[in-house]
């Protein structure tokens, strides 16, 4: 007997009991829609704050004031914060090769004030390229310029949410000044809109202003809070943190190549997206796992209903062996009818997964993001569970006594 | 009817014995006859005188404990039970007292079965065959009725041209009556005299005398051997029986 007649035999024995057929499929639906919905949740989550982190600009490196010394509490010599100076944004921005672009970073908190309206909010000291670097517009009026940098002018880009609170929304306040702890400082430049982050922080409500004005006039400090730096490329950006390291080593006398006795640290935009893309793969793996357990159940129940159905259906097995099928034949048979049973679970089931991952992602704002080796693994997952859990029925059906199983009653 | 015909089954000092428990119970004890090609037989017995065990061994179903079982010249007893399968698909036909018939299935369905487990057949051989063996059977009007939209004539009917469709060496026949009205078992009995005069050999088990008045021969068994082996030269008509049969009674 040939494997497609086999299959037609084992069909025709599903389709002859649809109720039942479709009972066992259910747990193999369910199982598989949830293990499909659940990889969609993790993978499109990952899209998603990936997608949020390239707007941020995937090639961007951050370099930090002190050892990285990881997690952990111990509290470091405020010494220790104090080592990125003048002199090292001076070196990162000659002879640039992999780096393209500088802006150090100086911050300070407080009240900005235009006419009898005041507002709470940031100054960031930056150089004359950050705009470039975060690929950020000026929306209204122009950036402040290299020599505004050198004279250490009194210039700043405004954020809309500082426009909103100090002119009123739609206010043009280019060219106006304002006063940041009693320093007047004048709008060349209203940026555009950037909205909330994922961490909920308006970044529309910053004033940026030359580093060199905030050093001088504003913080009173020599050093960088971090100096931020954009490599040519996301691929380059481990080449341009090589060139960032060997330059602060050599500018800082640090002769310890391995990095172990740096004074501060450089982080890749592209390093904490791979850190947060494995932490959602490890999420979107649990959530499998757990959605792995209904398709385990399902596996179960399919057993339980072959094994009913091999001793309901004693007779007809008894009758398949008096006509010529050999216990082996028999049990290719029920194998199969198991595996279609659960294999059709699996193609409903990815449907299901598929739906409800198209009607649910959207409403919570994440994109629908369902791998095709998702879909690949849980079919042959289907496979899988049809033969593991038909074995049982097949080899109770195969040892039948024709005798006995064709007189039964 | 002895005989330049040929032998399509021969039992040489046959005996089956099953432990039950620390017995033996002795259910065929020494059992030997041939059977020749186109004869219709009737083995006949009451319950415990061996007739099932013995049917169980004529269609190679069962393996004697001693002795020997030739079918169409193939010696069964050494036979393992994946060859004996193999020898019931091509050589023998079942026709059971209950049917038998597949569930929710169509009566071409039904009679393709034995056909399926044997690869030489595609599967417009199959359906041809079925569809001849039904015509053979009276039913070419109903290929298509299901199983449970049938009396139970029109399934034995389906279940007879089952055991028809693999053109076996012999028709095995167990109580095939036993479930039909009168009337419904002589229209039985007429179809297997058709068989019969068309050249098919019937062995018909049955514990119901009466049926032995229309086959050639007639095997009496009790306590596992065989009491009486006589040729019938007065074949009754079935089809006459069933003429002179009164008329169903609408009541």
Request: neutral net charge.
């Amino acid at each position: 007997m040939n494997i497609i007649n086999l299959i037609k035999v084992s069909i025709t024995a599903v389709a002859a009991n649809k109720m039942r057929s479709f009972l066992s499929t259910l747990g193999i639906i369910i199982g598989v829609g949830a293990v499909i919905a659940m990889m969609s949740i993790g993978q499109g989550a990952k899209q998603n704050i990936r997608a949020e982190l390239s707007t941020m600009g995937s090639n961007l490196l951050t370099i930090r004031p002190g050892a990285d010394n990881g997690p952990g509490g111990v509290r470091k010599d405020p010494s220790a914060m104090q080592t990125l100076k003048l002199s090292d944004y001076q070196s990162l921005s000659q002879n640039r090769e992999f780096v393209k672009y500088v802006s150090p970073e100086v911050m300070a908190s407080g009240q900005v004030v235009y006419g009898n309206k005041n507002a709470t909010t940031t100054v960031y000291g930056e150089s004359e390229e950050y705009p470039d670097m975060k690929q950020w517009k000026v929306e209204q009026g122009v950036a402040f310029t290299q020599d505004d940098v050198r004279r250490s002018a009194k210039v700043c880009l405004v954020g809309k949410t500082v426009v909103d609170n100090l002119f009123g929304e739609g206010a043009d306040p280019v060219g106006k000044v304002i006063r940041f702890k009693s320093i007047p400082l004048s709008i060349v430049g209203v940026l555009k809109s950037k909205g909330y982050n994922s961490w909920g922080m308006d970044q529309d409500d910053v004033i940026i202003a030359p580093f060199t004005c905030v050093m001088k006039r504003i913080a009173a400090q020599n050093y960088f809070s971090s100096i931020n730096c954009s490599a040519v490329s996301e691929e380059l950006s481990d080449a341009a943190m090589k060139e960032i390291q060997h330059k602060l080593r050599e500018n800082h006398k640090i002769k310890d190549a391995s990095g172990d006795s740096d004074d501060f640290s450089v982080r890749s935009m592209a390093e904490m997206m791979e850190a947060i893309g494995s932490t959602m793969d490890m999420v979107t793996l649990i959530l499998g796992i757990a959605a792995g357990f209904s398709l385990l159940i399902a596996g179960i129940g399919i057993m339980n209903i072959m094994l009913v159905s091999v001793t309901e259906r004693t007779k007809e097995i008894g009758l398949r062996m008096a006509v010529g099928a050999t216990g082996f034949v028999i049990s290719v048979q029920f194998l199969i009818e198991a595996i279609v049973i659960s294999v059709t679970g699996g193609i409903f089931g990815v449907l299901l997964g598929l739906g409800a991952s198209n009607t649910i992602m959207p409403l919570v704002g994440l994109p629908s993001v369902v791998p095709t080796w998702a879909i690949v693994l849980s079919f042959c997952i289907c496979v899988a569970i049809g033969c593991i859990f038909g074995y049982l029925p097949a080899r109770k059906a195969a040892n039948m006594d024709p005798i006995e199983a064709i007189r039964h009653e | 009817m002895e005989e330049d015909r040929k032998v399509v089954i021969e039992l040489q000092d046959v005996k089956r014995y099953f432990k039950v428990g620390s017995e033996t119970v002795k259910a065929l004890r020494g059992v030997s006859f041939k059977i020749h090609e186109g004869e219709f037989v009737t083995i006949q017995g009451t319950s415990g005188s061996g007739k099932s065990t013995l049917l169980n061994q004529l269609g190679c179903l069962d393996t004697p404990t001693s002795g020997e079982y030739f079918l169409d010249g193939v010696a069964v007893r050494k036979m393992s039970k994946n060859q004996r399968a193999h020898l019931r698909n091509q050589k023998i036909g079942f026709v059971f007292q209950n049917y038998n018939l597949l569930a929710n299935t169509t009566a071409v369905e039904n009679v393709e079965l034995p056909l399926m487990y044997n690869s030489k057949y595609s599967a417009r051989q199959r359906r041809e065959a079925a569809v001849k063996a039904l015509q053979a059977v009276g039913l070419g009007d109903r290929l298509n009725h299901k199983s449970n939209q049938m009396s139970g004539g029109q399934m034995q009917r389906v279940a007879i041209a089952r055991a028809l469709v693999n053109d076996p060496t012999i028709l095995l026949a167990d109580e095939a009556t036993g479930n039909l009205d009168t009337r419904t078992s002589f229209e039985m009995l007429v179809l297997f005299q058709k068989l019969h005069a068309e050249g098919h050999t019937i062995i018909f088990v049955t514990h119901n005398p009466e049926i032995a008045e229309y086959a050639s021969r007639n095997i009496n068994l009790r306590d596992g051997m065989i009491k009486e082996d006589t040729v019938n030269t007065n074949i009754k008509s079935a089809a006459e029986a069933l003429a002179a049969l009164p008329l169903p009674q609408d009541d």
